[in-house]
């Protein structure tokens, strides 16, 4: 297979994920691939997006959006924004390309992964929650337009069993975490910054060797405030990784989008996208701490505890004695 004939393939649905893939974007092209760069969009983006998406990728295809309209599922994930990511299933029609990889546009590639391709269909990494299955926000795959009928009836005839795009690809490459060992990725092709800080020691040990980070879950780059002056960002401070890597999304989205004259305006408007969250309080200063420690409940709650952090023993020793203090 030529070289020329991949692809990588991502889908921005709304102008924040166009600023994320704006920046997917530029990172693949900061390491060099020599793949083409594709984004599928819908109609829920904006015009001037469109126009610097196409500064940045070979190809920009406009699909027609597909929603699991699953509420019940959605709602264990808390995650409704997440029916809409079926959308990504038009990734299969790329037919034009002998084989893809498909990267999440909340994702970061630091160094160059064009050895994916080589891998067979479907190659991805296993999920952080349900290792059994697979997370979908990093696969390779081979474009298939009898691939995409099969997946768009199994949507319509069983659903999803998460509501999204994950628990579909799941039942339908059922046999991905017993058929073939080599079709499960590294984690350093797919890492959950946002779990890092569970298993800091791993991190510390082989976190110089991630190739792609993902920003899984409802922490976003584009949720948080950046500030250029001094390069900080506000993430939560039990998550050291988490910050370090939101700094360097925010340093190529400044770098590179908003530094040409042709790019300012959308650029400022994105810029105030990212502030939009802080100013319908889903996200601002006052709630932070709410916000924060609501995501760290959850965490809990799936059994993932920072015991080197935050959860350490000491910490929970010392608010046990301040709350028996305050009972007294």
């Not at 099969?150 to 509501?163: I, M």
Request: aromatic share 12%; charged share 25%; hydrophobic share 40%.
């Amino acid at each position: 297979m030529e070289k020329e004939n991949f692809a990588f393939v991502t889908l921005a649905t709304d102008d924040f994920y166009g600023s994320g893939a704006l920046v997917l974007g530029h990172s693949l092209k900061l390491v060099q691939t020599k793949a083409k760069l594709v984004v599928l969009i819908t109609t829920g983006i904006s015009a001037g997006v469109v126009d610097k998406l196409r500064k940045v990728f070979d190809l920009v295809e406009e699909v027609k959006e597909l929603d699991s309209n699953d509420d019940k599922n959605l709602a264990i994930l808390q995650r409704p924004e997440l029916g809409v990511t079926l959308t990504k299933l038009h990734c299969w029609n790329l037919t034009q390309f002998s084989k893809c990889v498909f990267l999440d546009a909340d994702t970061l590639v630091l160094k160059n992964c064009d050895e994916l391709f080589e891998k067979p269909e479907l190659s991805a990494a296993p999920d952080v929650g349900w290792p059994d299955c697979f997370n979908s926000g990093v696969f390779v795959y081979q474009p298939s337009k009898e691939t995409f009928e099969k997946l768009k009836n199994l949507a319509a005839e069983e659903g999803s069993f998460d509501g999204g795009d994950q628990g579909l690809l799941n039942t339908y490459f059922s046999d991905w975490s017993t058929a073939n060992i080599s079709t499960h990725l590294s984690f350093l092709y797919n890492m959950n910054i946002n779990m890092c800080y569970t298993y800091l020691p791993a991190f510390n040990k082989f976190g110089k060797d991630a190739k792609i980070v993902h920003f899984l879950g409802n922490q976003k780059p584009w949720m948080f405030n950046y500030n250029k002056t001094d390069d900080t960002v506000d993430a939560p401070d039990f998550s050291p990784p988490l910050v370090d890597f939101l700094k360097m999304w925010w340093r190529i989205f400044t770098e590179n989008v908003s530094n040409t004259e042709s790019g300012r305006n959308i650029a400022e408007q994105l810029e105030a996208l990212t502030l939009a969250p802080r100013q319908a309080n889903v996200c601002s200063p006052t709630n932070f701490t709410q916000f924060v420690k609501k995501d760290r409940l959850f965490e809990w709650e799936q059994g993932r505890i920072d015991y080197l952090g935050a959860d350490s023993y000491e910490n929970i020793e010392k608010k046990l004695d301040e709350t028996i203090n305050i009972k007294k």
